[in-house]
C-alpha cells in the first residue's frame, strides 16, 4: 500500500455511488467525489471535482459541483455517462462541473478554469483524441427516469423513441475552436458510452446501426448495422471498442466485429 485517503466510507450501498468518475494524468489523480455527510443518505449532497498527487496523495486543489445526479438514485443505478463527464491529458483536465452544464478546461496543476468550450452546454460525455474535445450533447436531466417503465437495475433499455436531439460536437482541445458538429435523427438515440475514436475515424451507435464519421469534418463514412432499440436510461450498456482496423461490438446477447475501412 502506498497511501491512502479517506473518506473511509462512502456515502450509502444502496443509493448513487459516491465516486462519479476518475482519471490520472501527468502524476495527479483527478475524481468526483460526493463529500456530503455518511449518516443519514436523505442530508444534501457535496460534490466536489478533487485533485491529488498520484505518488503520495497529497490534496492539491477541490473544485465544487453545484448540481449533479440525485444522489438518491436507486440502488446500482444512475447514468452509464458520469464516468465520462471527465477527462485528463497532460496537464489538461476537461469536465463538467454541473449536471447539465457546459465542458470546461482547468490547470491540473492548479485546478483554475482555463477555458469554457462554447456550446457544449448540456454535455453528456466527453473524449479527447489527438487533441480535438468530442463532446455528445442532449438533455442530462433526460436521464433521471422516474417511469415504471425503467425499473430495475437490470432493466437494458427504455422501449419508446427518443425526442430529445442530440449532437456530438468537435473543438480543437486547445484553442477552444468549434471544429464541426453531426446532427440529425440517428444522434437521438446515440448508445451511451458508444463514442469512440481513432487514426481518422470516429464512432458511435445508435438504435440500428454502428456509424463512422470523418475525424476531421464530421461527414459520415458509413454505417452497418447493429440493433439495440431503446434508450438505454439506467445500469446498461452495449460495449464498442476500437483497435488498429477493427471495432467491436458486444451487448447481451451478441459481439460482432468490423472492419473499419
Not at 471495432?247 to 460482432?256: A, G, S
Amino acid at each position: 500500500l502506498q497511501w491512502w485517503a479517506g473518506p473511509k466510507h462512502a456515502r450509502h450501498h444502496d443509493a448513487l455511488a459516491s465516486l462519479s468518475a476518475m482519471t490520472t494524468s501527468n502524476g495527479r489523480i483527478f475524481y468526483i467525489y460526493d463529500e456530503g455527510s455518511i449518516s443519514v443518505v436523505h442530508r444534501p449532497p457535496d460534490w466536489k471535482l478533487i485533485a491529488r498527487d498520484a505518488f503520495n496523495g497529497k490534496l492539491l486543489w477541490k473544485r465544487s459541483i453545484p448540481t449533479w445526479m440525485t444522489h438518491l438514485y436507486n440502488f446500482r443505478a444512475g447514468p452509464q455517462q458520469l464516468p465520462r463527464r471527465l477527462v485528463s491529458v497532460g496537464d489538461s483536465v476537461y469536465v463538467t462541473l454541473g449536471f447539465d452544464a457546459p465542458v470546461i478546461k482547468i490547470d491540473g496543476a492548479t485546478g483554475k478554469t482555463l477555458m469554457t468550450y462554447s456550446g457544449s452546454d448540456k454535455a453528456e460525455e466527453l473524449i479527447c483524441h489527438n487533441g480535438t474535445l468530442l463532446v455528445v450533447t442532449g438533455d442530462p436531466n433526460m436521464l433521471i427516469d422516474k417511469s415504471d417503465k425503467c425499473f430495475g437495475y437490470w432493466q437494458l433499455a427504455v422501449h419508446e423513441k427518443a425526442t430529445i436531439s442530440k449532437s456530438i460536437v468537435a473543438y480543437n482541445a486547445e484553442s477552444g475552436k468549434k471544429l464541426w458538429s453531426a446532427t440529425g435523427d440517428n444522434l437521438k438515440n446515440i448508445t451511451p458510452l458508444s463514442l469512440c475514436a481513432r487514426g481518422e475515424n470516429v464512432f458511435y451507435l445508435d438504435n440500428a446501426q454502428l456509424h463512422c464519421l470523418a475525424a476531421d469534418s464530421g461527414k459520415e463514412k458509413w454505417a452497418s448495422e447493429f440493433k439495440t432499440e431503446g434508450q438505454f436510461i439506467r445500469s446498461y450498456a452495449p460495449t464498442v471498442v476500437v483497435r488498429d482496423d477493427v471495432i467491436m461490438c458486444l451487448t447481451w446477447d451478441r459481439l460482432y466485429g468490423y472492419a473499419v475501412k
